[in-house]
């Protein structure tokens, strides 16, 4: 997720047109996406984020923004998957 490609989240595992599983290399957080079908023209784009909380740790700071702020990222990331994804080509 970083330019240079050494900071971030990383995939760990995905399976082809069903989900996908991002993680820290640590295994403090990980972040999944998954797509189920609804009917035959149309799918479900579902995500979540978990987060293990070191109270002691400098991370604290930067997990507790993820858990306040992160629901407005979502939403507009999500808002822009689904209008590409309604755009004809």
């Known amino acids: 997720m970083s330019p240079d490609g050494k900071q971030g989240m ?3 595992d995905f399976k ?3 989900w996908m ?3 820290d290399n640590k295994g403090d957080s990980t972040w ?3 797509i189920s ?3 035959e023209t149309s799918c479900r784009l579902v995500t979540r984020v978990r987060v293990k909380y070191r109270f002691f740790s400098f991370d604290l700071l930067f997990n507790l923004l ?3 702020f992160d629901i ?3 939403r507009k990331c999500m808002k822009g998957i689904k209008q ?3 755009n004809k080509f």
Do not use: C, S, T, Y
């Open 21 to 23: 599983l991002w993680w």
């Open 32 to 34: 999944v996406w998954g």
């Open 84 to 86: 590409r994804a309604e």
């Open 10 to 12: 990383f995939v760990k």
């Open 72 to 74: 407005w990222m979502m």
């Open 66 to 68: 993820i858990e306040f």
């Open 37 to 39: 079908p609804e009917g």
């Open 16 to 18: 082809k047109n069903e």
